[in-house]
Nanobody
Framework: QVSLVESGGDLVRPGGSLRLSCEAS????????ISWYRHCPGKERELVAT????????TYADSVKDRFTISRDNVKNMASLQMSNLEPEDTAVYFC????????WGQGTQVTVSS
C-alpha cells in the first residue's frame, strides 16, 4: 500500500522559514516524479515545485522561485521542501505527490504564515 506522509507544517511569522518533509512507502520511490502542491480555501490548487526522479531537474512556481527549494533522498525515500522568507500568501495546506504510472497524494500539512 502506497503512503505519502507530510510533516513540518506550522505557524510561522512572515520572513520565517520552514522545512516540510514527505516520507514515502510502498512504492519504488526512485521512479517517481515528486511534486509539492498547495491549496488555500477559495483559491485554486497550485503546483509549487517539482523534482525529477534523479534530482537533476527542478521547477518552481514563479510565486516561490528563489524562496523555496525542493529536494529528495532516494535512499531514505523522502522528499523535502525548504521554504524561506515566508509570506502570508504562502499560507495553505501543502501536499506531497508522487507521479509515475499512477498519481499518489499525501494528506497534507498546514502552513500558516501570520504575525
Amino acid at each position: 500500500q502506497v503512503s505519502l506522509v507530510e510533516s513540518g507544517g506550522d505557524l510561522v511569522r512572515p520572513g520565517g522559514s520552514l522545512r516540510l518533509s514527505c516520507e514515502a512507502s510502498g512504492l519504488t520511490f526512485i521512479r517517481y516524479l515528486i511534486s509539492w502542491y498547495r491549496h488555500c480555501p477559495g483559491k485554486e490548487r497550485e503546483l509549487v515545485a517539482t523534482i525529477s526522479a534523479n534530482s537533476v531537474s527542478t521547477t518552481y512556481a514563479d510565486s516561490v522561485k528563489d524562496r523555496f527549494t525542493i529536494s529528495r533522498d532516494n535512499v531514505k525515500n523522502m522528499a523535502s521542501l525548504q521554504m524561506s522568507n515566508l509570506e502570508p500568501e504562502d499560507t495553505a495546506v501543502y501536499f506531497c505527490t508522487a507521479r509515475w504510472l499512477n498519481d499518489y497524494w499525501g494528506q497534507g500539512t498546514q502552513v500558516t504564515v501570520s504575525s
